[in-house]
């Protein structure tokens, strides 16, 4: 059978001189900056923020991370239809494909919470990678760290196999509907470069087409939950920190609406109508 691999070639970063070396460097990473609130925007609401009348309810997602933008955290947008913008602010790169969430170095070392967007179930969870990777796609092959688990993997990848920032899964039914129609087969691979990741499935039908969330570069050992875990939106999960392919602590949320088919959570707009976020005002946000 037809084994299928799906790389997500990835980076995240803290500032717009650092985006901007990238940039002119040629390389698809990208960097974290200052997003301020605008007036009258609202933003997700936080784990901490959700109502116990809400708590579970899964209709909308809820804010994966216990920071608030332009505030305690920097964001840059998806980018899935690969034209370079967003509607709510700067890509992380051409094509990306997921949310970034940057913190502080000083929130990661004191801890900094990780939630489920939504109810679901946990399908895939690595951990154990060492997870203060920094300065990933810096030009002119500068590495300030050389970790192994920082650096390229060695070797093609494999099933259930392990290496350098890549981690992979084990073969089995999970291909999306464009690749069962043109593999023929359902047998499917995804390596993610995100070190210590989480992926949750979700009932599509109650999260307005949400079939899975991800949960990238996640602090070594934080992760509190393990595959076929039932878990509850607004539930901690782990905590971000800067493992795989990174180049600085932050969370890389990705929103699929299929095996490994990424969708804009953010899209039409930044407001709440049209978009997949649960949404409350910024200034009751204290």
Not at 52 to 72: H, Q, Y
Not at 101 to 120: H, L, N, Q
Request: charged share 20%; hydrophobic share 35%; with cysteine.
């Amino acid at each position: 059978m037809k084994i299928n691999f799906h790389f997500i070639r990835y980076a995240g970063g803290r500032n717009n001189l650092f985006l901007l070396l990238i940039l002119l460097s040629g390389v698809l990473a990208l960097g974290c900056v200052s997003q301020q609130p605008q007036p009258g925007r609202e933003w997700p609401i936080s784990a901490e923020e959700y109502s116990s009348s809400a708590a579970g309810s899964t209709e909308k997602l809820i804010w994966p991370i216990d920071c608030k933008p332009g505030v305690n955290c920097d964001i840059f947008y998806p980018d899935i239809d690969k034209d370079g913008k967003a509607n709510c602010g700067q890509v992380g790169s051409i094509g990306h494909e997921g949310t970034d969430i940057g913190i502080s170095w000083g929130m990661m070392e004191k801890g900094t919470d990780v939630y489920a967007a939504a109810d679901g179930v946990v399908k895939w969870v690595f951990d154990g990678k060492y997870d203060r990777c920094e300065n990933f796609g810096l030009p002119f092959g500068i590495k300030l760290n050389d970790n192994p688990d920082c650096n390229d993997p060695a070797g093609p990848p494999q099933p259930g196999a392990s290496s350098g920032y890549r981690v992979c899964t084990e073969r089995g039914d999970y291909c999306n509907a464009a690749l069962k129609t043109a593999g023929g087969n359902a047998n499917c691979v995804w390596c993610f470069y995100g070190g210590n990741v989480i992926v949750i499935l979700h009932d599509a039908n109650k999260t307005s087409g949400v079939f899975a969330t991800r949960y990238d570069h996640l602090k070594n050992g934080s992760i509190l939950v393990r595959p076929g875990d039932k878990v509850k939106a607004g539930q901690k999960i782990a905590e971000a920190g800067s493992a795989g392919r990174s180049s600085g602590p932050h969370l890389h949320f990705e929103v699929w609406s299929d095996w490994y088919t990424p969708i804009d959570p953010w899209a039409p707009s930044c407001g709440p109508t049209g978009s997949l976020w649960r949404y409350k005002n910024p200034a009751n946000q204290t």
